[in-house]
């Protein structure tokens, strides 16, 4: 009972301070998670944990990008990348008008930067990438669009050579291809971004959050995603119950799905 009474005051300290209501995330990923950093500080109880966090900021962020899962890389899941080249792209060839695409969850931008690559290498260049995060620590290091080889270990070395400039030992993004993208602070949990989306990816968000919280999610993605719309979830993850009546499946093995209504 006590470790639940410190469970809530942790949760509701994080809010105040960073803004991020950690809700709608399932009770028993945010404790492994809190876990994790009571075992890297060397705190005996949930209790002593919560006391470290009102005197340590930094600790607070470093708590906030454990729960964030802030770890990705280029071409993650490749055969989803593989089915986005191969049938998602050719639907936006000859489009004239601006191609609007939500990068939801983006962590450090391997995801939209790959998007980018990946659209400019098929002659692709009427498209924008909005990424967003819930944390502002993730998206100042995308911004950059730096990265260590170990992220880039999955990318094709041809568009590597292509895309990036080696810059010691790490790789930097070209600037043409991070003037398609925009990175933007928002809690997918809050409200709804933008709308009138070609194409959404909300990958290996969902699986940490509550059955509501899911609900609450792909009502925002839902109606920001314009009709006839791509929407790709993580590998795990599936349409919730109560949204099923607005997709129909392109890919159900890599997960992506056309809004119909």
Known sequence: MEDFKYFEFIKSYVKKKKGIDLEGYRQSYLLRRIKLRMAKKRCDDIPSYYNLL?????EIQKLIDTIGINVSK???D???FEAIKNFILPIF??????????SAGCAQGEEAFTLSILFLDANIKNFKIFATDFDNEVLEIAKKGIFDVKNLEDFPINLRIK??????EKFKVKDFVREHIEFKLHDLLSYPFENEFDLILCRNVLIYMKREAQKKVFENLTSCLKKEGILVLGKVEI?????EKFYLPISLKEKIFKKIT
């Open 54 to 58: 009102l005197k340590d900021d930094e």
């Open 74 to 76: 280029f071409y993650r």
């Open 78 to 80: 490749k055969d989803v």
């Open 93 to 102: 060839k000859d489009r004239k008008d601006l191609i609007k695409i939500w």
């Open 163 to 168: 895309y990036m400039e080696k810059i010691d």
């Open 239 to 243: 349409i919730h119950p109560d949204f």
